[in-house]
């Protein structure tokens, strides 16, 4: 199938790892020139050098909305102007929302939530006088099933869900596509993280939380970040012009709920 990315700019939020850097990678073997970003420079350039052409690497915070700023206008110049946006960053601290600090909460608010509408709004209004553009925000399915363990993320990413619908229904006359991507248990440093985590509070060792997190899914196993990355680029398509304002659960079966 061809997927009519050749030649599209792209913009991947948190490209130098995990999921983030299997979707830059990806895109940009389909042919399209890719801007990640990262906290350093070094992990930039392990990525850049990784994936070789079609890609570059600008050290941005995303919860910090000058250096969004600083990251699509120096895109813009160094690519020209931006076709794809997919939203990416690490999950809010882990714990129960009991203890968790106000200044945990706006944290995760502007490194969650808020650097979406950020990000979107630095890209919408040139994508809208081009008429065309692919906008993909990669969530979690704690958006649709609340994880105790991740109240902040849960509370967060239900957000975004709804930001992804009213996104999507304003910018779908201009020929824009808003979709939101939620993986399930997937083997990133994050996951990996969460399962110490667990380890701590279950008593046993983090192999063992990684081994109880893969029992849980249906398919016995924790999905790659290729798998993932492979749901976002296809709703970056040509092909995919008809979906938009959809939450895609990428997780093996592992959410229950029909809705």
């Known amino acids: 199938m ?16 995990g999921i983030g850097f299997a979707t ?11 801007s990640i970003c990262g906290r350093t420079q070094d992990s930039l ?14 050290v ?19 690519l020209g102007p931006i076709d794809i946006l997919v939203t990416n960053t690490g999950g809010p601290p882990a ?34 006088q081009r008429g065309w553009g692919r906008i993909v925000h990669n969530t979690s399915l704690v958006a649709k099933e609340p994880n105790a363990l991740l109240p902040i993320s849960s509370t967060l990413r239900a957000g975004l869900m709804g930001l992804t619908r009213l996104q999507a229904l304003e910018l779908a006359p201009h020929g824009i ?7 399930g248990h997937t083997l990133t440093d994050r996951q990996i993280h969460l399962a110490e985590v667990r380890s701590q509070r279950d008593g ?16 016995k196993r924790l999905g790659t970040p290729e798998e993932i990355a492979a749901a976002i680029v296809f709703l970056c398509s040509q092909p995919a012009a008809y979906i938009t304002g959809t939450n895609l659960l990428v997780d093996g079966g592992l959410t229950k709920g029909l809705a």
């Open 95 to 128: 714990g129960s929302w009991q203890v968790m600090t106000d200044e945990q909460w706006q944290s995760g608010f502007d490194s969650t939530l808020m650097n979406v509408v950020r990000m979107v709004r630095g890209v919408a209004a040139d994508m809208q």
């Open 204 to 219: 046993i060792s983090p192999q063992e939380a990684l081994d109880k997190q893969a029992q849980e899914v249906p398919m």
């Open 60 to 78: 941005c915070d995303v919860s910090n909305p000058n250096q969004i700023d600083h990251w699509i206008k120096e895109s813009i110049s160094k």
């Open 45 to 58: 350039d392990n990525a850049i050098s990784e994936i070789g052409n079609g890609l570059i690497g600008i």
């Open 2 to 17: 061809d997927l009519g990315l050749a030649g599209k700019v792209a913009l991947v939020a948190a490209g130098s790892k």
């Open 177 to 183: 596509t808003v979709n939101s991507v939620l993986p």
């Open 24 to 34: 830059g990678k990806m895109l940009a073997q389909e042919g399209c020139r890719v």
